[in-house]
């Protein structure tokens, strides 16, 4: 069992994602491939994440990776969340992270969609993508008025949401790697409509069946553990989304690459890999600060279930709610705050600290917030500070 000090550990993950001075990214694919995926559930979380990870980022840095180049591809992976990840690693989180037939199917039935129905539509809608993106408007409009209607999810005789038959086996067609959605280059508003495209039209080289499901669960753990590590067994589970005994078999397969690790102050084991062990034994932290403003479900803050080593206790429900991670004030690896995230350039932007920052902090983290509105939404907007009571 080795030891670590807690700062050191800390700054050598912050270190890892791009988020210390020393450690800024040059490119969008450097950046994405070292902490596997961009959350992209919000839309501007995938800009924001970049923005605070690298040199002199510009907005159409992601545009033209993601939609020019097609070296990015959104998909829905760990905890069936959107993501944004390399073509490279793209099979490895959908083989890793994939809905089996049977239970897509028995979700399905929820709505009220037979495994005929399921199939017919979604033949029609391949004809209908056939050529290009169609709005959600444009496929309803698109396919026979008789293969378009209502349904409702039933949990038992309780009816928890309702919507269209063609939304829920879109959905379905996104799990299943048939069908993606996109909203368009530059867009981090909520309110613009998504575009929905076939992905062998977009993606033809690409194909998600070039990894076997369990070598990709095996790939993904150990992926984890090389980004996010020090990490618990929790940690892995949480991020990964697997049942304990995918991790077990994981752990167990990767077992003479893996080394335990005990870091001061705290009473979980963590694992590292062996390889990235040597690297942090060697590593030197830096003697100036770190302050970062991290969106909505950035990866660092997501990356952990077990968090006493990023937010004091008594503050983690304030920056962790309702199973999501807020817009937080990093400083040192540590949350000390949260803020509001820009969506539509709404201002004042509002920073809100867990106890009274010292006021040079507090100048710094006023500034990041400015220079992060003149990235992403090109123009001044006023920023408000408070303390929690």
Request: avoid cysteine; aromatic fraction near 10%.
């Given at each position: 069992?080795?030891?670590?000090?807690e700062?050191?550990?800390?700054?050598?993950?912050?270190?890892k994602?791009?988020?210390?001075e020393?450690?800024?990214?040059?490119?969008?694919?450097?950046?994405?491939?070292?902490?596997?995926?961009?959350?992209?559930?919000?839309?501007?979380?995938?800009?924001?994440?970049l923005?605070?990870?690298?040199?002199?980022?510009?907005?159409?840095?992601?545009?033209?990776?993601?939609?020019?180049?097609?070296?990015?591809?959104?998909?829905?992976?760990?905890?069936?969340?959107?993501?944004?990840?390399?073509?490279?690693?793209?099979?490895?989180?959908?083989q890793?992270?994939?809905?089996?037939?049977?239970?897509?199917?028995?979700?399905?039935?929820?709505?009220?969609?037979?495994?005929?129905?399921?199939?017919?539509?979604?033949?029609?809608?391949?004809?209908?993508?056939?050529?290009?993106?169609?709005?959600?408007?444009?496929?309803?409009?698109?396919?026979?008025?008789?293969?378009?209607?209502?349904v409702a999810?039933?949990?038992?005789?309780?009816?928890?949401?309702?919507?269209?038959?063609?939304?829920s086996?879109?959905?379905?067609?996104?799990?299943?790697?048939?069908?993606?959605?996109?909203?368009?280059?530059?867009?981090f508003?909520?309110?613009?409509?998504?575009?929905f495209?076939?992905f062998?039209?977009?993606?033809?080289?690409?194909?998600?069946?070039?990894?076997?499901s369990e070598?990709?669960?095996?790939?993904?753990?150990?992926h984890?553990?090389?980004?996010?590590?020090?990490?618990?067994?929790?940690?892995?589970?949480?991020?990964?989304?697997l049942?304990?005994t995918?991790?077990?078999?994981?752990?167990?397969?990767?077992?003479?690459?893996?080394?335990?690790?005990?870091?001061?102050?705290?009473?979980?084991?963590?694992?590292?890999?062996e390889?990235?062990?040597?690297?942090f034994?060697?590593?030197?932290?830096?003697?100036?600060?770190?302050?970062?403003?991290?969106?909505?479900?950035?990866?660092?803050?997501?990356?952990?279930?077990?968090?006493?080593?990023?937010?004091?206790?008594?503050?983690?429900?304030?920056a962790?709610?309702?199973?999501?991670?807020q817009?937080?004030?990093?400083?040192?690896?540590?949350?000390?705050?949260?803020?509001?995230d820009?969506?539509?350039?709404?201002?004042?932007i509002?920073?809100?600290?867990?106890?009274?920052?010292?006021?040079?902090?507090?100048?710094?983290v006023?500034?990041?917030?400015?220079?992060?509105?003149?990235?992403?939404?090109?123009?001044?907007?006023?920023?408000?500070?408070?303390?929690?009571?």
């Open positions: 069992m080795r030891a670590s000090d700062r050191v550990a800390t700054e050598y993950v912050l270190h994602h791009h988020l210390s020393d450690s800024q990214a040059v490119s969008v694919l450097e950046v994405v491939n070292d902490i596997i995926a961009l959350h992209a559930t919000s839309a501007a979380t995938p800009y924001l994440s923005l605070t990870r690298m040199r002199n980022f510009k907005k159409e840095y992601l545009d033209s990776e993601f939609y020019l180049k097609r070296n990015l591809v959104r998909l829905q992976a760990m905890r069936g969340t959107l993501f944004i990840t390399t073509t490279e690693l793209a099979p490895i989180l959908y890793a992270t994939k809905i089996s037939e049977p239970y897509l199917l028995k979700w399905l039935s929820k709505w009220g969609i037979s495994a005929s129905e399921y199939r017919e539509v979604a033949e029609k809608l391949n004809d209908v993508f056939k050529g290009g993106g169609k709005t959600l408007h444009e496929i309803k409009k698109a396919v026979p008025k008789g293969m378009v209607r209502s999810f039933r949990t038992g005789r309780t009816i928890s949401y309702r919507g269209t038959n063609i939304n086996i879109l959905y379905a067609m996104a799990h299943k790697g048939i069908v993606i959605s996109e909203k368009g280059a530059e867009t508003r909520t309110t613009r409509v998504n575009r495209w076939l062998s039209e977009v993606y033809p080289n690409l194909n998600l069946d070039s990894v076997k070598e990709a669960k095996t790939s993904l753990v150990k984890h553990i090389k980004a996010f590590g020090p990490v618990t067994e929790e940690d892995i589970a949480w991020w990964t989304g049942g304990k995918d991790v077990g078999k994981a752990l167990t397969s990767i077992g003479k690459e893996l080394l335990s690790v005990r870091i001061s102050g705290f009473k979980n084991d963590y694992f590292m890999l390889t990235d062990y040597k690297q034994i060697k590593f030197k932290p830096l003697k100036t600060r770190s302050v970062s403003l991290l969106p909505y479900e950035d990866p660092y803050t997501k990356g952990y279930k077990v968090r006493d080593r990023l937010v004091d206790m008594a503050h983690e429900k304030k962790y709610v309702g199973g999501g991670v817009p937080t004030i990093l400083f040192n690896g540590k949350i000390i705050g949260t803020w509001s820009i969506e539509e350039g709404k201002e004042p509002k920073l809100t600290f867990f106890q009274q920052p010292k006021r040079d902090l507090e100048r710094e006023v500034q990041k917030a400015k220079a992060v509105a003149r990235v992403m939404v090109n123009r001044e907007l006023t920023v408000e500070v408070e303390v929690e009571s």
